[in-house]
């Protein structure tokens, strides 16, 4: 883990509220995982004082690029939207742990939705370069806020989208309910899902029929983001009961079937 000043490359809005920010960092950029996060000092004052964290989006080692995309929720991701090419950026990381793709894993799926989809599409793409088909089941308010859709079908990623509103609105009712049909005649061999509670569940109970290995990564409050105050714990189900672990350092991503709340319908 490092703690370095950084340098915004790029600091734009994608669509209404959902920025992408690239930042040239090069040794965090060097041991950076899809699927762990740093924590951002957004401001080069006192306030405010907490660091936030954002999942990587893509890692583009060779620049030794960092590449964000977050959403605009609040204070500090506000001030995020006023840093521009050149100026420096306090990060931390790489923090927590990634998504892991299995040896011999040939076909997985993503499922996403909103912000969600933003920590896989590096997996997708570390995926892909390791010769495993990608299926990407994405799922957001408006067509807009579904992330990385040009880099997926460039990726050759296959493609099951709903949105509440507009182009992808109507075929189904979640975009989970695809699950079945493209995974009819063969199971993926491991499904990753981020966003909401909902699909976590939906992915369990699919992974569970079927007998898939499935991670979800994990969302919790973060104060330190590195295991220190025990502000971010979630339940993990246990052989005698239920343990706790910090999402920041044992997380964020869990298999699902160890994560409780997952359990509580
Ligand atoms: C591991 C991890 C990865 C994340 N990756 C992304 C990402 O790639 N893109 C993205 O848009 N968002 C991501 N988030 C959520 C993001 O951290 C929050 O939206 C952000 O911290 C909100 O800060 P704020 O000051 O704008 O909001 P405020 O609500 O003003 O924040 C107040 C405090 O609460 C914390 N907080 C608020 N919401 C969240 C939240 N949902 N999760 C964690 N802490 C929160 C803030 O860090 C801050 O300390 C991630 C969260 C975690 C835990
Ligand atoms: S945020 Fe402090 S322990 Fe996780």
Redesign the pocket.
Known sequence: MHQVMGQVVRNRELAAGLWHLIVEAPEIAARAEPGQ?AMLRVASGLE?L?R????F?RIARHYGWLE???????????ILTTRAAGDRLDLLGPL?RGWDLLPGTRRIGIVGRG?GI??LIGLAEAAVRRGIAVEAFLSAREPQALLGLDLLRELGCGLYLHTERGEYSGRCREVTEHLEEAFEEEKPDQLFVCGSRRLGQAVLDFSRRRGVRSQISL?????CGLGACIG?VTEIRAEDGREYRR??KEG?VFWVEEVAMLYDR
Request: proline share 12%; with cysteine.
């Open positions: 996060f405010p907490l936030r964290p954002l999942s989006y964000f995309v977050y959403k605009v929720v609040g204070r500090g991701t506000q927590g912000i933003a920590p969302e919790e409050r973060m104060a971010c999402v920041c964020p």
